[in-house]
T-cell receptor, first 113, second 116 residues
Framework: EPEVTQTPSHQVTQMGQEVILRCVPI?????FYWYRQILGQKVEFLVS????????KSEIFDDQFSVERPDGSNFTLKIRSTKLEDSAMYFC???????????FGQGTRLTVV | GNSVTQMEGPVTLSEEAFLTINCTYT??????LFWYVQYPGEGLQLLLK?????DKGSNKGFEATYRKETTSFHLEKGSVQVSDSAVYFC???????????????FGKGTKLSVIP
């Protein structure tokens, strides 16, 4: 069964460092998303991506965040200068169409120290 | 804006008990509704969905009916198992409103623990 894969599963980084979280969406999906879940809290939308550009972003997705689809398979989230409050589980998701069910990866747990 | 409200957890049930997790929503348009499940240490998995009023989503013994009149999408299972212990998230996507959006709006999640 096709699945969304994310790497790494866990990343520890020092405050102020840049991190890149990687995702391989399901191959025939056209819409890609990043969500995050701070420990014990709700899952929050960060950004959606379609046709090689950002289609929506939340207030959380400020200038320190960026996304890229560098090739035909990968979808990355970059955090330029990490802060302690960026510590969270980051989920990548993809969907075949806009508004259809999204399939999530296993998540990357980011710990900023 | 859109929002999803779930019953507060945690919920602890004995095996074979009946489960209900309440979920209500507000949306500007006509949303599609979902239940996602997160097993310990894992990511989010789609459990079931419904896209229009009176639709019933079902999977693995779980059911939820899209009730437009009460803006609800309560999750039910007749007989829970220990393996159902997880966090359950109600969510909506409101793609067909005037300001259509493809982002999922999640509830806070309800942790279910089933004891033998």
């Amino acid at each position: 069964e096709p699945e969304v894969t994310q790497t790494p599963s866990h990343q520890v980084t020092q405050m102020g460092q840049e991190v890149i979280l990687r995702c391989v969406p399901i191959s025939n999906h056209l819409y890609f998303y990043w969500y995050r879940q701070i420990l014990g809290q709700k899952v929050e939308f960060l950004v959606s991506f379609y046709n090689n550009e950002i289609s929506e972003k939340s207030e959380i997705f400020d200038d320190q965040f960026s996304v890229e689809r560098p090739d035909g398979s990968n979808f990355t989230l970059k955090i330029r200068s990490t802060k302690l409050e960026d510590s969270a589980m980051y989920f990548c998701a993809s969907s075949e169409g806009g508004g259809t069910e999204a399939f999530f990866g296993q998540g990357t747990r980011l710990t900023v120290v | 804006g859109n929002s999803v409200t779930q019953m507060e957890g945690p919920v602890t049930l004995s095996e074979e008990a009946f489960l209900t997790i309440n979920c209500t929503y507000t949306a500007t348009g006509y949303p599609s509704l979902f239940w996602y499940v997160q097993y310990p240490g894992e990511g989010l998995q789609l459990l079931l969905k419904a896209t229009k009023a009176d639709d019933k989503g079902s999977n693995k013994g779980f059911e939820a009916t899209y009730r437009k009149e009460t803006t609800s999408f309560h999750l039910e299972k007749g007989s829970v198992q220990v393996s159902d212990s997880a966090v359950y998230f109600c969510a909506l996507v409101d793609a067909y409103s005037g300001a259509g959006s493809y982002q999922l709006t999640f509830g806070k999640g309800t942790k279910l623990s089933v004891i033998p």
